[in-house]
């Protein structure tokens, strides 16, 4: 079931050549992916699976080779090392246009880290290796090589299982407020009306991924009803995080998927078919949460409350909301008083974990607010550099869903990259207003590599 599955999120190609196996066909056929692409592929699973918990199956201590240093950081190094070395087999996608802004951004950061390393004193060597995050952004490669070598199929393979058991271990977690899941964060919350849920932080796998992934091939292929179940359980952890961001973002991803292919196709029957899978999913989602989920009506009433509460936060700038407005003007005068043109380079507290209260609060005023943090950390010339980021990205996304000719899965990220892009800059309320953050653009870079390769082959004839 998982190989067929995941065969489901194959990339339909162009015309095939006399000499050479097409894109999608070379993802059905497992026995076509190289032993490089497979064992590239087990090298970037790892690194999401160390990084991300191991499920409780093996002790954390495992994974640490020297001092704070584990087996994925190594696997980080060493992949995007090999995928340098390697670039003579994607000069291509690694020339693209579409590539230069991120390579800009490295090089940036490489010099902000060298700066800051001198201004602050630090150990060059050791923090070059505290740098998780940021490294994170380098992946961009290892994926463009992966794409190339045909095994991104083979990824999102090895992938499932791991996303079908940790969102099952983070639903129990949610309920029982019991951590199922290691690495995760659980706290209670009081909500309006003497209400109070548990809210659990991490665990979920890119459980939201395979979620629109199923809701794109619905639309753009065929519905098949067994997938329902799936579905329904890589969706129902995010409405139990009782995070209002993630419902509005997983809204406008959809919307943005029924747009997209209604205006493609042009056709009536298509926009009423994608009303009527829609419709299926919402009661199927409906009936399986009030049917096995304990206390639905209660958590019923916590969503709802949980919404007004968001309300109120707005209308009179308290809680949360409240509090990034206020962190907004804190980061600006840091700026301010610092240099304008390159911020204040990588402070400490963002790559060494805060060990007091004081510390705590002012490392997550600066990750909890996105353009006032990249401005104040990397000055005008960094925010300048981040705004492209956005705009460029957004025109090419753009472009590539005008004028592609299938309907792939490389499509499929450059929609979900797209409305990230309009979520960050129009609607999140956490003020984020760019996707490249604090620490790079390490969540994207998965996004930014599919991009490049599809921007490259928009005639949708693959060059492998």
Same mark, same amino acid.
């Given at each position: 079931m998982?190989?067929?599955?995941?065969?489901?999120?194959?990339?339909?190609?162009?015309?095939?050549?006399?000499?050479?196996?097409?894109?999608?066909?070379?993802?059905?056929?497992?026995?076509?992916?190289?032993?490089?692409?497979?064992?590239?592929?087990?090298?970037? /699973?790892?690194? /999401?699976?160390?990084?991300?918990?191991?499920?409780?199956?093996?002790?954390?201590? +495992?994974?640490?080779?020297?001092?704070?240093?584990?087996?994925?950081?190594?696997?980080?190094?060493?992949?995007?090392?090999?995928?340098?070395?390697?670039?003579?087999?994607?000069?291509?996608?690694?020339?693209?246009?579409?590539?230069?802004?991120?390579?800009?951004?490295?090089?940036?950061?490489?010099?902000?880290?060298?700066?800051?390393?001198?201004?602050?004193?630090? $150990?060059?060597?050791?923090?070059?290796?505290?740098?998780?995050?940021?490294?994170?952004?380098?992946?961009?490669?290892?994926?463009?090589?992966?794409?190339?070598?045909?095994?991104?199929?083979?990824?999102?393979?090895?992938?499932?299982?791991?996303?079908?058991?940790?969102?099952?271990?983070?639903?129990?977690?949610?309920?029982?407020?019991?951590?199922?899941?290691?690495?995760v964060?659980?706290?209670?919350?009081?909500?309006?009306?003497?209400?109070?849920?548990?809210?659990?932080?991490? =665990?979920? +796998?890119?459980?939201?991924?395979?979620?629109l992934?199923?809701?794109?091939q619905?639309?753009?292929?065929?519905?098949?009803?067994?997938?329902?179940?799936?579905?329904?359980?890589?969706? !129902?952890?995010?409405?139990?995080?009782?995070?209002?961001?993630?419902?509005?973002?997983?809204?406008?991803?959809?919307?943005?998927?029924?747009?997209?292919?209604?205006?493609?196709?042009?056709?009536? %029957? @298509?926009? #009423?078919?994608?009303i009527?899978?829609?419709?299926?999913?919402? =009661?199927?989602?409906?009936?399986a949460?009030?049917?096995?989920?304990?206390?639905?009506?209660?958590?019923?009433?916590?969503?709802?409350? %949980?919404?007004?509460?968001?309300?109120?936060?707005?209308? +009179?700038?308290?809680?949360?909301? =409240?509090?990034?407005?206020?962190?907004?003007?804190?980061?600006?005068?840091?700026?301010?008083?610092?240099?304008?043109?390159?911020?204040?380079?990588?402070?400490?507290?963002?790559?060494?974990?805060?060990e007091?209260?004081?510390?705590?609060?002012?490392?997550?005023?600066?990750?909890?607010?996105?353009?006032?943090?990249v401005?104040?950390?990397?000055?005008?010339?960094?925010?300048?550099?981040?705004?492209?980021?956005?705009?460029?990205?957004?025109?090419?996304?753009?472009?590539?869903?005008?004028?592609?000719?299938?309907?792939?899965?490389?499509?499929?990220?450059?929609? !979900?990259?797209?409305? %990230?892009?309009?979520?960050?800059?129009?609607? $999140?309320?956490?003020?984020?207003?760019?996707?490249?953050?604090? @620490?790079?653009?390490?969540?994207?870079a998965?996004?930014?590599?599919?991009?490049? #390769?599809?921007?490259?082959?928009?005639?949708?004839?693959?060059?492998?």
């Amino acid at each position: 079931m998982v190989v067929k599955l995941a065969n489901n999120f194959r990339i339909t190609a162009g015309q095939k050549s006399p000499n050479r196996h097409s894109f999608g066909q070379a993802l059905e056929d497992s026995n076509y992916i190289p032993v490089n692409a497979k064992l590239l592929a087990w090298g970037i /699973f790892l690194i /999401f699976f160390i990084e991300n918990g191991t499920l409780g199956l093996i002790p954390k201590q +495992f994974y640490f080779v020297y001092r704070n240093m584990r087996i994925s950081d190594f696997l980080l190094y060493g992949l995007t090392a090999y995928s340098l070395f390697n670039v003579k087999e994607y000069p291509r996608y690694y020339n693209s246009k579409a590539l230069l802004l991120p390579k800009l951004l490295l090089l940036y950061f490489l010099f902000q880290f060298a700066i800051s390393s001198i201004k602050y004193d630090y $150990n060059f060597i050791e923090l070059f290796f505290r740098l998780k995050n940021l490294w994170l952004c380098f992946l961009v490669f290892p994926f463009l090589l992966l794409i190339k070598r045909k095994g991104l199929g083979y990824l999102i393979k090895i992938m499932l299982p791991v996303a079908i058991v940790s969102n099952f271990l983070y639903i129990l977690s949610a309920v029982t407020g019991i951590a199922f899941l290691p690495d995760v964060g659980i706290s209670e919350q009081s909500l309006p009306g003497g209400l109070k849920v548990f809210r659990v932080y991490g =665990g979920t +796998f890119y459980g939201e991924l395979f979620f629109l992934g199923f809701i794109y091939q619905w639309m753009t292929k065929k519905f098949r009803v067994y997938q329902l179940f799936l579905a329904i359980l890589f969706i !129902v952890p995010h409405i139990l995080a009782f995070g209002r961001a993630a419902w509005i973002y997983f809204t406008l991803t959809i919307i943005l998927i029924l747009v997209w292919y209604a205006i493609k196709k042009r056709e009536f %029957r @298509m926009a #009423f078919r994608q009303i009527v899978i829609i419709s299926i999913l919402l =009661g199927a989602l409906f009936y399986a949460f009030t049917q096995f989920i304990p206390q639905s009506d209660y958590l019923f009433d916590a969503i709802e409350a %949980r919404v007004s509460q968001g309300q109120d936060d707005f209308k +009179f700038q308290e809680g949360t909301y =409240g509090t990034r407005i206020a962190n907004i003007g804190a980061l600006l005068s840091l700026w301010q008083n610092g240099n304008i043109f390159i911020g204040i380079g990588m402070h400490p507290l963002w790559v060494l974990k805060p060990e007091t209260v004081e510390e705590s609060i002012y490392a997550w005023g600066f990750s909890d607010v996105g353009w006032a943090s990249v401005l104040t950390a990397y000055g005008l010339v960094g925010f300048i550099m981040a705004v492209l980021f956005q705009v460029y990205y957004f025109i090419i996304s753009l472009k590539i869903l005008k004028q592609s000719v299938y309907n792939d899965l490389l499509v499929f990220f450059v929609i !979900v990259f797209l409305s %990230r892009l309009i979520f960050d800059s129009f609607v $999140n309320y956490s003020y984020a207003g760019l996707s490249v953050g604090l @620490m790079g653009f390490y969540s994207s870079a998965f996004y930014i590599a599919a991009l490049v #390769f599809k921007f490259e082959n928009l005639d949708g004839k693959y060059d492998l």
